[in-house]
């Protein structure tokens, strides 16, 4: 599977989008970009996954650059309660062998 | 999504004990997991829990020490053994459903202190 890279911290206003972006520029045809968050040490929570097109549900919104190598994640209205730790993982979707590889993830702070 | 809880949620054991913690599932689901979560780190996946059969285990986690169980589709056990304070960590298992989906969702975790 491959690698992702995210930066390690954000910060992002209260009330404002908070945009992570994730680089996965060795991804595979039949690799989908996943996003999941921790808050606190709980375990994992499920945000969006996509394949190449632009994905939005009641959480969030993710963007997949054309050539596929780069995503951004889009919390359009960043509340305190999504201060986390978000990760970008690339994993192989319905061939899956169920092996997700977690980076450092982004802490994302937001603040009052 | 599939409701997952897990048991206990916290605990503190002493060096040379053995722990087993318990994943639950509200549904069935086609595949199980384990993953520890050391201080200040990321998830590591242990082993995939296989229904009726021997747990499929990663490079640097053996039988020995993380024996897991998953007797039916909506249960599995793994069993930290012979602790060591190096087992500190939270543990985690997380489900795939049958309905289709390959997103994984993840339990609260066991917050496990080994003294």
């Known amino acids: 599977d491959a690698k992702t890279t995210q930066p390690p911290s954000m910060d992002c206003a209260e009330g404002r989008a908070a945009n992570l972006p994730c680089n996965h520029s060795t991804i595979s045809g039949n690799e989908y970009v996943y996003w999941y968050r921790q808050i606190h040490s709980q375990g994992p929570q499920y945000i969006i996954h996509?394949?190449?097109n632009n994905e939005t549900n009641e959480m969030a919104s993710l963007i997949i650059t054309e050539d596929r190598k780069s995503s951004t994640l889009i919390l359009p209205h960043a509340t305190l309660r999504d201060t986390a730790v978000y990760y970008c993982i690339v994993n192989r979707g319905s061939s899956n062998t169920g092996k997700l590889i977690f980076g450092q993830g982004t802490t994302l702070q937001v603040k009052p | 999504s599939a409701v997952i809880s897990q048991k206990p949620s916290r605990d503190i054991c002493q060096r040379g004990t053995s722990l087993t913690i318990q994943c639950q599932v509200d549904?069935?689901?086609?595949?199980m997991f384990w993953y520890r979560q050391q201080p200040g780190q990321s998830l590591t996946l242990i082993a995939t829990?296989?229904?009726?059969?021997?747990?499929?285990?990663e490079s640097g986690f053996v039988i020995d020490k993380f024996p897991i169980s998953r007797p039916n589709l909506t249960f599995s056990t793994l069993t930290v053994s012979n602790m060591s304070p190096e087992d500190s960590s939270i543990y985690l298992c997380?489900?795939?459903?049958?309905?289709?989906?390959?997103?994984?969702?993840f339990g609260p975790g066991t917050r496990l202190t080994v003294l």
């Open positions: 997380s489900v795939t459903q049958t309905s289709g989906t390959d997103t994984q969702y």
């Open positions: 549904s069935q689901v086609t595949m």
């Open positions: 996509g394949l190449k």
């Open positions: 829990a296989n229904q009726g059969s021997e747990a499929t285990y």
